[in-house]
């Protein structure tokens, strides 16, 4: 069986606009949290991470086909291309698959007012697809992952079986969400927001923050060389089918997930996880189930990070950031705080990591959970 190796990678948040300078401001801690005062996306204040519109608009001008596009398709097509940059890889090869993750894509065609030269269809998932596929003019139809918020992570578990598999030699996922009424509506609704930036598993925490936000990793069957290269070695999703939005109690369908993926990974792994890039999302329910799961797979020893402080939670795209941000950590050699976190506020034992830290890392384990009780656990290291 092949294997599926990491090549390159973009980051577009609040925090830059490319991997390094999202990179750059975690490692100094800096949140990309603001308090956001805009009618059109809520009658009520509320903390977020949201992008430069400005910016987003003048770095696209430079890439532009001259067609119109909506701010999550501006965003992927920036993202992939960035990303592309720093490899040869033949876009338009029948050897080449496009994964798109997201949870709701183009949503804010729905309001009548938003970008009235686009067509309202856009608003389709696979039809935002084919707008970022007739860009770079991929050959194969993309595929469209949209489970809630394990999106991310289970599009990059797709990828690696496929190349795996060798039903194709590169596959470029990218995952993006963006801040829309309809969605912080949504979480308003749940009383899920926090009324300050989130602080995962804190004892203070009191919901999660927001954010819209983009990452593309690029995967192939192909070693570029022979340093830092980062492999893929084994990935699995469960359902705990406990409730619509809450997660079980036992943390069930995460430690099946955990279980299985580190099964997999078993012949590739010298020793355990390096460190757990957790979903973290600094619900009280959310980060209770994790710590008990990580309790029963006896990882309460190993580092935890947690991003969502830096970039909120981006939904379809935070599984891609958060895992991109993994895999450059076991390249360098640092392990990122989990900001605003001060003391635990789980009921069993958990190591988060709270500052910056420099260690020799050679593998982690990324897992996220989402509404619906999905789960999803991916193992990636050193090769």
């Known amino acids: 069986m092949k294997e599926a190796y990491f090549i390159a990678d973009n980051i577009i948040s609040s925090l830059g606009f490319n991997t390094l300078e999202n990179l750059t401001a975690i490692e100094k801690q800096i949140s990309g949290i603001l308090f956001i005062e805009k009618s059109d996306l809520s009658s009520q204040p509320f903390y977020a991470s949201a992008i430069d519109t400005e910016r987003l608009n003048n770095e696209f001008k430079k890439i532009s086909d001259g067609v119109s596009y909506t701010r999550f398709e501006k965003l992927c097509i920036l993202s992939v291309t960035d990303a592309l940059k720093n490899t040869e890889i033949d876009v338009k090869s029948d050897d080449t698959l496009f994964i798109l993750s997201t949870t ?6 729905l309001d009548g007012s938003c970008c009235p030269e686009i067509p309202r ?9 084919h707008q970022i596929q007739n860009y770079f003019k991929f050959k194969n139809t993309p595929i469209v992952v949209s489970n809630a918020c394990i999106s991310g992570v289970v599009a990059i578990i797709t990828a690696a079986r496929l190349i795996e598999q060798g039903k194709y030699k590169n596959i470029i996922v990218c995952g993006a969400d963006i801040l829309t009424n309809f969605v912080i509506s949504g979480f ?11 602080k995962p598993f804190d004892l203070n925490r009191t919901g999660l923050s927001l954010g819209e936000g983009c990452g593309t990793v690029i995967m192939s069957d192909k070693l570029y060389n ?3 290269n980062i492999v893929y070695c084994g ?19 995460l430690y099946i997930a955990m279980k299985k993926a580190i099964e997999q990974s078993k012949s590739k792994l010298k020793t355990e996880p390096g460190f757990i890039s957790v979903h973290g999302t600094a619900t009280p329910f959310n980060d209770e189930m994790e710590a008990i799961a990580f309790n029963r797979m006896q990882f309460s020893e190993i580092p935890l990070v947690g991003l969502k402080g830096y970039f909120g939670h981006t939904l379809g795209a935070a599984g891609i950031i958060e895992s991109i941000a993994a895999i450059h950590s076991i390249k360098t050699g640092k392990l990122h705080a989990t900001i605003g ?9 958990v190591n988060v990591n709270s500052k910056t830290t420099e260690k020799q890392i050679d593998s982690c384990l990324k897992v996220a959970s989402g509404f619906g009780g999905c789960n999803a656990a991916a193992v990636f290291s050193r090769k």
């Open 226 to 228: 022979n340093e830092n």
């Open 188 to 198: 308003q609704s749940f009383l899920a927001l926090s009324a300050l930036p989130c």
């Open 104 to 109: 709701k894509g183009n949503v804010d065609l």
């Open 235 to 253: 990935g699995s999703v469960s359902n705990d089918a406990n409730h619509i939005s809450g997660p079980s109690r036992t943390g069930e369908g």
């Open 341 to 349: 976190f001060e003391s635990s506020g789980v009921t069993v034992p």
């Open 121 to 129: 269809n856009r608003s389709f998932l696979w039809n935002a697809a």
